[in-house]
């Protein structure tokens, strides 16, 4: 069976896309799953190395550009590598015209489906036209949690009950894997202090407090802006014990993550990683419904928060402390 999973964007969307590829390994071990996913992105997915190919999408260069030449050349090899296998079955668990229009472009053998979602989520971005590039639509609660809504569109499709706790596909570091030279020997914290909408952010006095508790844990501050370079060296120059590292690479975000001896982050695409790898995590809801997106399959997850009711500096330190 040869089955195409269409999920592009965003970091924390692809991320809890993943178990799917695990329900679908458990109840058919031969098939083999093919992804497309934006090319920011590509390297998280081939962390799952029960993925066949990785199709790189990159829409968001590509529309910057489109008079250029060599952007439509790659726009075109983009759409022959898709239509390269003829698949089974074609998911599309984003729900968006541009990911409808792959769906759409994809090869099916005769009696294949394209299956997508028949319905959005509370507060997503779904767009209903994507439907038009179904053959079956599957309904799903709108307060379906984000980790479980892909895997129900395809356990409905392909039959199986969803059951089990999700399964990232993420496999631990290797023993003797080197690290970084801006990764410090010793257990460390990293704070997942940014997030693209400024509401889902929490306080930058409270970070400053819970880096004092956590002293003398180093604590790494990451950044994807130079906004949000500006604020982590406001944060450090508050802390006897901070570091803001240099930009990273999603691969290196990803490693930062995976190693982290403590992640604590607001509703966003790293914290969700730090969470995936079951790594000691507190998730921050700030202005973002929890029910949504809160880490549920690890005990070491801690949720705090919910729109519109942040969590204090005291239940968040007591959280942390309780996971050292």
Not at 74 to 90: M, N, Q, S
Request: charged fraction near 20%.
């Amino acid at each position: 069976m040869n089955i195409l999973l269409v999920r592009v964007s965003s970091l924390g969307d692809v991320l809890h896309n993943m178990p799917i590829v695990a329900d679908i390994r458990r109840h058919f071990p031969q098939a083999n799953i093919d992804w497309v996913v934006e090319e920011g992105y590509v390297s998280l997915v081939q962390l799952n190395q029960e993925v066949r190919h990785v199709i790189p999408f990159a829409l968001r260069r590509w529309r910057k550009h489109l008079g250029d030449k060599a952007v439509r050349a790659e726009i075109g090899t983009f759409f022959r590598r898709l239509r390269e296998v003829e698949y089974d079955y074609v998911f599309d668990t984003q729900g968006l015209l541009k990911t409808g229009i792959i769906m759409g472009a994809a090869r099916i053998r005769r009696g294949g489906q394209k299956v997508g979602l028949a319905n959005g989520s509370e507060g997503s971005g779904y767009e209903g036209i994507s439907r038009i590039f179904h053959t079956k639509s599957i309904p799903l609660d709108p307060r379906t949690h984000a980790v479980a809504r892909g895997r129900l569109v395809v356990g409905a499709a392909l039959g199986y009950a969803v059951d089990t706790p999700a399964d990232f596909g993420l496999p631990e570091v290797a023993p003797n894997t080197p690290r970084p030279e801006w990764m410090p020997a010793e257990p460390y914290a990293v704070f997942f202090h940014g997030t693209a909408r400024d509401a889902k952010k929490w306080a930058p006095a409270n970070w400053i407090a819970l880096g004092k508790e956590l002293a003398p844990m180093a604590v790494l501050l990451p950044w994807g802006s130079p906004k949000e370079q500006a604020e982590a060296q406001a944060l450090a120059a508050g802390m006897p014990n901070a570091r803001v590292l240099p930009k990273l690479s999603m691969a290196d975000a990803v490693m930062l993550a995976r190693r982290a001896g403590l992640a604590v982050g607001v509703d966003t695409g790293l914290t969700h990683i730090a969470a995936a790898f079951s790594r000691p995590v507190v998730e921050i809801y700030c202005d973002s419904p929890r029910w949504k997106t809160e880490g549920n399959w690890s005990p070491k997850i801690i949720n705090l928060g919910d729109a519109g009711a942040p969590p204090s500096v005291a239940e968040v330190v007591a959280a942390a402390k309780s996971l050292l």
